[in-house]
């Protein structure tokens, strides 16, 4: 058996996936309303995209979204949690195809006492 020659691990360049680049944005449709238009834009990757949403830190179903198309990872959807006496905080997660992810997050400012 020959004897194999091992470039020592400084030399070796490692394997870089950058992960995906998601865009968050969320606007208030009328504060008696307690709605929240949210959307979510992925760039780059590999469709299809898992996409999963967060409100104070708890998942929230997506899948009836107004937009929701998995290939192009582009997700439009109402929530009724519009912020009242509490910031309110949304955050974004996406997969894609190949595992690479990504993320975004905002919070919205509290909104006047009693209106949700």
Known sequence: MAARIVEPLATLRPVYQPGLDVGLAADLLGAPFGLVLVEVVVRGGQGPFSIAL????????????????EGTGRLRCILDAAPGPQPLALTARVVDARGRWGGAALVLPAG????R
């Open 54 to 69: 967060y409100v104070n830190g708890d998942p929230v179903g997506v899948d009836g979204g107004i937009d929701h198309d």
């Open 112 to 115: 006047p006492v009693g209106v």
